[in-house]
């Protein structure tokens, strides 16, 4: 059974930081192209930020450049999204997901709101 369960998320004031964690479960983590996703209430989900799996090179949103970075540890299953700087537009729901090929999978979410 794929699981992918995201925690971390919370409150926070401007400027502060938080780690996202997805710990992933019932597939070959190692292989698969984790995301991390977010959606702000009103609007489209969007792409924060990607790692590849091997080499695990990474991609963010320009929106998030400098601030936020995705890892991924295999021996845990799990990818992280280190996130500092945090500004109010930040606050969304955050998702992770695996991808490989035709298959994806998808993680609750986890609550990020920044406000003073």
């Known amino acids: 059974q794929v699981q992918l369960v995201e925690s971390g998320g919370g409150s926070v004031q401007p400027g502060g930081s938080l780690r996202l964690s997805c710990a992933a479960s019932?597939?070959?983590?190692?292989?698969?192209?984790m995301s991390w996703y977010r959606q702000a209430p009103g609007k489209e989900r969007e792409l924060v930020a990607t790692?590849?799996?091997?080499?695990?090179?990474?991609d963010y949103a320009d929106s998030v450049k400098g601030r936020f970075t995705i890892s991924r540890d295999n021996a845990k299953n799990t990818v992280y999204l280190q996130m500092k700087s945090l500004k109010p537009e930040d606050t969304a729901v955050y998702y992770c997901?695996?991808?490989?090929?035709?298959?994806?999978?998808w993680g609750q979410g986890t609550q990020v709101t920044v406000s003073s």
């Open positions: 790692i590849l799996g091997g080499p695990g090179s990474t």
């Open positions: 997901s695996a991808l490989r090929r035709s298959l994806d999978y």
């Open positions: 019932g597939f070959i983590f190692r292989i698969y192209t």
